[in-house]
């Protein structure tokens, strides 16, 4: 059983009974009411390269392609859809632009991605591997036995944050101003993170204390010799070492969004996915060695980014249709990875299914996610350590949902882990 299913008399009524013309899935509501799944595999069966005018005018009309192999011809396609000007359904604002590698196109992307890309490569990672175990060993033993809590808080963002803190070698006792900055970055203006009517500007404000916070410390590693962190690799690297203060901010808020919403969901998604299916987490239990195969099947399942955006440079045919130049098409990652003409059984939470690295979360060509490997590896860690300490992790209630069509994830999942026998 899984969530793909789960509401069929609301939710499912409402997609298929709505005109399809007035389909309209960047909408937050569906995301903070898990109620999209419907309306998704409806455009999958009866317009997968759909048109839709937003209720939002700052989205307007946009392009929604939901089958796997339509995605991936969009995803490898730079030339004619582009990352420029936004990876997100709304455009950037003209007083507060935020450049970032991935809502670039080559050359400029290539040559920021190459500078930062070591920082998560091979060697990088396999220093990180103890530091990244120890902590999330300390961050286990200290969970309450035999109460609830909400593994939300206590365990996924502690050890995202932890690992980010690392990736920036940022002062450790601040760490959670990384948290706020990755959630109040991607936020819609009436999210409940901010005060009502104040969104807009008091985001701005905290991005401004990031940009200040961030920028003494660029100062200091500047001047000192280059070292194996994200700010000295930016602050000494030929692509990134004269960028604007606003290009800065916009790369820190990539790299702090990137390496902390997104890995943080899929904790949450792995605790979650396996007490909905038992029989799997038995599976898991009798066999730690299916536990990377287990977290590639939670990245699909989870989705963490439910889409990326494209402008098309010229027209294009895609599906039948004519996307025209100047057009947003958003590719939606969520309905790919339950696409039932690529993927067998989508809807199951499979940990050993065949060919379980087949799916769209970490996206295709130039932009792929260069961190793909780092959320593996924290995600592989924190099992690994789980699996040695409790032999249950229980859900004690309903998850709560994130208000965003592109952050798809959870704000709370309240758990007791039970005392031992
Ligand atoms: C499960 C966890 C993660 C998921 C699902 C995820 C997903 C994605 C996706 C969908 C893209 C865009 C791909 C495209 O447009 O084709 C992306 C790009 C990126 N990700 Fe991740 N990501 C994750 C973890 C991380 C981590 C841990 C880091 C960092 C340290 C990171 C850093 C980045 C960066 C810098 C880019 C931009 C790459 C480019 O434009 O060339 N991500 N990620």
Redesign the pocket.
């Known amino acids: 059983m899984d969530d793909g299913v789960i509401d069929l008399n609301g939710a499912s009524r409402d997609a298929y009974s709505m005109p399809l013309e007035e389909l309209s899935p960047a909408d937050p509501e569906l995301f903070r009411t898990n109620s999209f799944w419907p309306y998704f595999e409806r455009l999958r069966k009866e317009d997968p390269v759909h048109w839709a005018v937003s209720s939002n005018p700052q989205i307007g009309g946009y392009w929604s392609v939901t089958r796997y192999n339509d995605i991936m011809a969009v995803?490898t396609n730079h030339e004619a859809f582009s990352?420029d000007p936004a990876?997100v359904l709304i455009d950037p604002e003209e007083d507060f632009p935020l450049p970032m590698?991935?809502a670039m196109d080559p050359p400029k992307?290539d040559a920021q991605?190459k500078t930062?890309s070591p920082i998560?490569a091979g060697p990088n990672l396999a220093a990180l591997e103890p530091i990244i175990r120890e902590r999330a060993g300390t961050i286990l033993d200290g969970l309450p036995i035999g109460e609830e809590f909400d593994w939300v808080d206590k365990v996924s963002i502690e050890l995202t944050t932890m690992t980010l803190a690392t990736?920036f070698d940022f002062p450790w006792e601040d760490r959670r101003k990384l948290t706020r900055w990755s959630d109040v970055a991607t936020a819609p203006p009436n999210s409940p993170l901010f005060e009502p009517g104040r969104g807009e500007e008091q985001r701005k404000a905290e991005l401004f204390e990031c940009v200040g916070y961030f920028t003494n410390l660029w100062n200091e590693r500047a001047k000192a010799p280059p070292r194996p962190d994200l700010i000295s690799m930016l602050a000494h690297g030929e692509a990134t070492r004269n960028m604007d203060r606003t290009e800065y901010l916009g790369n820190l808020i990539?790299?702090i969004v990137?390496?902390n919403d997104?890995?943080r969901n899929?904790i949450t998604g792995s605790v979650l996915a396996l007490s909905r299916n038992p029989d799997e987490e038995k599976k898991l239990r009798a066999d730690p060695g299916l536990i990377p195969s287990m977290v590639s099947e939670t990245?699909r399942w989870q989705t963490?980014?439910a889409y990326?955006r494209r402008t098309a440079t010229r027209d294009v045919e895609l599906g039948g249709k004519t996307i025209r130049k100047g057009d947003k098409v958003a590719m939606w990652?969520v309905s790919g990875n339950r696409d039932e003409t690529v993927i067998e059984r989508p809807n199951d939470y499979w940990i050993d299914r065949p060919r379980v690295r087949q799916h769209l979360?970490?996206?295709?060509?130039?932009?792929?996610?260069?961190?793909?490997r780092?959320?593996e590896l924290q995600l592989k860690i924190i099992w690994e350590e789980i699996l040695r300490r409790f032999p249950k992790i229980e859900v004690t209630g309903e998850p709560a949902y994130v208000y965003s069509s592109f952050v798809k994830g959870y704000t709370r999942l309240p758990v007791v882990i039970p005392a031992r026998a």
């Not at 979360?361 to 793909?372: A, E, K, L, P």
Request: proline letters at 3%; one cysteine or more.
């Open positions: 995803d990352s990876i590698f991935i992307h991605r930062v998560v990736l990539l790299l990137g390496g997104t890995t899929t990245i963490p980014l990326m990652y979360s970490f996206g295709f060509g130039i932009h792929r996610c260069v961190g793909n780092l959320a």
